[in-house]
Structures are given as structure tokens and as C-alpha cells.
């Protein structure tokens, strides 16, 4: 690798956004960010020409958008990287935009089928399960694709893996091609579909690299872990050699398109992989082997604990499935010699009414693994010594998440168990206690300033504190307001009285 400094979400997250952004560029600049997948926020900074530059995979290659499209953003556009992407690459190719960003109550899919046919769309961006939820909105009202929106030609998804087997399964419902792309928020999109469906990476614009026992590497062929990517063409961003933490097979055929860029498969993140013994299985694995079922779910998602694989499924009622079949047909898939399949009937796992009048306000999560369950579980304990009012085994708890997983939630239940141990104590022993909470108590609005619970200990912790030893009624009247601004449903009226 030709720089020495490498980039990561956890490098990112301890340096300021302005300070990784050149602003010596004479343009329009659009920032960026995600806490996506990770649970960590990246970021990233890109100037109208970068904008462009990545747009070019999206009009000379895969979909190639032009004048005669219309097409339907369906991606969030607050801070989102893909949406605006998009939007700069039917700008440049003069194409009818329709921004109908998701995550929001505006535009729930009833509205957007509605949409899509008066404005007669021809291609419609989003994330997989945007699509996969749009279909069942267009099957519930008995309409054909092909009749309903016959303009529609094309599908453009980003921001999941989209395996073989789950793009044809969109494909052969919806009777159209989808084209992918692949990118980070830091470092912007490295990975686009060609007119046969293959993954090339943009080699003349980025640089991809695999580090190896602390050296770096050009990719290999098959699986490829620990992958650095600098932006070569980016000027408006300081980020370089960023790790992305996913997976990328690299594949060994050449693609009949002609183009000559490395043929890769985007696997979904390390942090998915369930590991089983010696086996390991990936996001593309599990896709592959639900999207090759008989009868593929309307929704599902995969439990992991220690070994145990469970996965959920829920689908429509006019399915009866048999539920040893489809646990025989997985594990055959998977090659695995166990796992448990719970089929749910419709409505018993997501409320439909809650997709479809409201679309989701997050990221979809499909693998729930140990890694959060342990996290999970963990606080849980600690919240039950809490409660018996073992505030030493309390904390105990806490802080060992907080060591191993750096989890924010740990912050403010840390910060509540020394709250409450020094309501218990004398006066000298509660200015002992002091520091040690106000510490955890600002590191938990540090990790998220936007917890009601958090501004409401930092609020009782000043109202209760002599203002000789720390105590702030100014600032304790600011997080009970603040508090209560973010929703905290507890009746905190009387100190907000007191203090006015």
C-alpha cells in the first residue's frame, strides 16, 4: 500500500468530520454519513465531480440511464450517499428524477405504486427489501407488474447484499432486470452491475487492497477479508485506505461484456459471518439458500446464539408450508447437520400495517447475531441487579460491555447504577461517588446526544448536586427540557417546576 495511514469507522469516529474534508475544492461539496450496518457512524465528503465521476457506472454501463427515463429514488436522503449519487447520475443524463426518500411517513408503497404509474417510471432505485416490500403491495391488490407499470424496465439497488439467487427471485417476480451497486459512505461506490449482471470493481478510480499479516496486498482470487479502499479520484476527502470490513470474493472468469475490470462479489460483512465449528456462512450464503426455497418468505431473519441457527419466517396466508421440508431444504443448502426453522403466519412476526402505512424508519436488520445477543443479554443482568438493588454486581456488568464491545447503551446503565448507589449513600460518601458519575453520565450523551434517558440523569445528577461540589440548576433545568424534547415518557414535571 503506498500510504502509511489507514482509515476505519473507529479512526473516524475519534476525528472531527471538518477535519477530513480539503477545502481547498472549488465546488459544491455534499456530506455524507451512515451508521448503517455497523452500529458506527462513517462519513464522508464528495464534490459535485466526484458525484460525477461515480455516476458514469450508472450511465455507460449496467442500467444506462438517459432522457427517456424516469426514475423513482427510493433511498433515504438525509445524509445518504446512495440517493444523491443516483440523483447526480440522472441529472447528468437528463432523466425525469422522482425523490421519494424512504424512512419517511410521505411516501408509504401504496403511494409510490400509485406514483409510478401515473408519472410512467421506467426505473426504480432502492434497497432490496424496498423492493421485495413494494411487490407484496402491488400482490395484495391482485395487479401484474407487467399491466400495472408497464414503462418499468429496470431495477437499482445498493445498501445490502444482493446474492444470485435473491436477485432472481426480484427479477422473475417483477419481470425486469435489477442492476447493483457497491460502495462504502466513506470512500463512495467502488462496485457496479454490467449489462449481464456481473460485479466489476471501478479499477480507475479506486484502489482495493487486502492487508496480511501487516503487509497489503492486491486482492486474491476467492475470498478476501480485512479490505482496504482508497478513492483515487476523490480530492474533496482525506480518507484513504479505508477498511470496510466485508467480505469480497474476487471471481476468476472474464465477463462477456468486454469490460476488463475484476469480477467480484460483494459477501456482506465480517461482523454477519456465523461460525459453526470450522464452517463459516456469510450473508450470501443465507441468501442463497432462502431466495432457492420452494416457497421464499414474505420476511425472515436469522437468531444465531453460540452454534444454534434459528431462522424466522413469516409468510402470506394463502401459504401452508411444512415446516420439517423447509428445515431439511436449509440445511442441505447450508450444509449444516442443525438448525431450527419458526414459521410464523402473516402478521405474527412484523406488523403489516406498520410496513406499509409507515415504512420503516431504519436500516433492515437480517442476522441478529451472538456478538448482540451476548450485548443484550449482558445489560439485561446488569438492569436485574439494578432492580434488586446490587448496584456493585450492577456495574460490574456494565463496564464489562463497555470493555468489550465499546456499546453506548452501557454508558447510560453504567451512569444509572452509580446514580442510584449514591441516592443510598451518606452525603460524604454521594461527593465520593460524584466524578465517577458525571463521567458516565456525559460519556453516555457523548456516545448518544439524542437519549432522553441519558439527559435526564445528567439533568438529576445536576439538580441533586450542591452547586458548591458541581451541582448546575441552569444546566439541570437544560437536559430535563432536552429530556423531555426526545420523548422520555416519565412525568418529570415537578422538577422542571422547581427549577422555573
Known sequence: MSEEVVFSKKVLEDKSQIELLDKEIDQSITYVESSGTSGIRGYGWYSEQDLEKMSNHLINKGVQLS???TIMIRFPYTLSLPAHLIEASARKSKSIIVPVSSRTEMAPYFKLLSLMKELEVTVFAGNPREIEFLFEALSIQQLSPKEYLPKLRAFVTAGEVLSYNRKNYIE??????VFNLYGATEVGNFGYTCKYGMMHIDEENF???KEQEGAFYSLSKGLNKNVYITNKSNCTSKIRNYEIE???????????CGDSNTLIQARGRLGDVIKISEKEIDMY??????YALNEVPFFWEVHVKDEDVEIRMEYNIDKSINRSEVEQELKDKLELLSIKVLIFKEGELVNRGEIFKYPRSRKPIYIYNSRE???QAEIELGKQELQNKNYKKAKLYFKNVIKEYDFSEAYIWLAAAIGLEAD?????????LYPSLKKYTELAIQRNPYDSFAHYLLGMLLYKTPEEIGGNRKKALNHFRMSKY???KEDISVYIEDLT
Open 424 to 432: 443510598s449513600k451518606s452525603l460524604m460518601e454521594k461527593i465520593t
Open 67 to 69: 432522457e427517456n427515463d
Open 486 to 488: 426526545l420523548g422520555y
Open 246 to 256: 466485508d467480505i469480497i470474493e474476487v471471481l476468476s472468469e472474464e465477463c462477456s
Open 373 to 375: 445477543k451476548k450485548i
Open 285 to 290: 450464503d443465507i441468501q442463497e439458500a432462502i
Open 172 to 177: 422473475l417476480n417483477w419481470g425486469v432486470e
Open 207 to 209: 484502489q482495493i487492497e
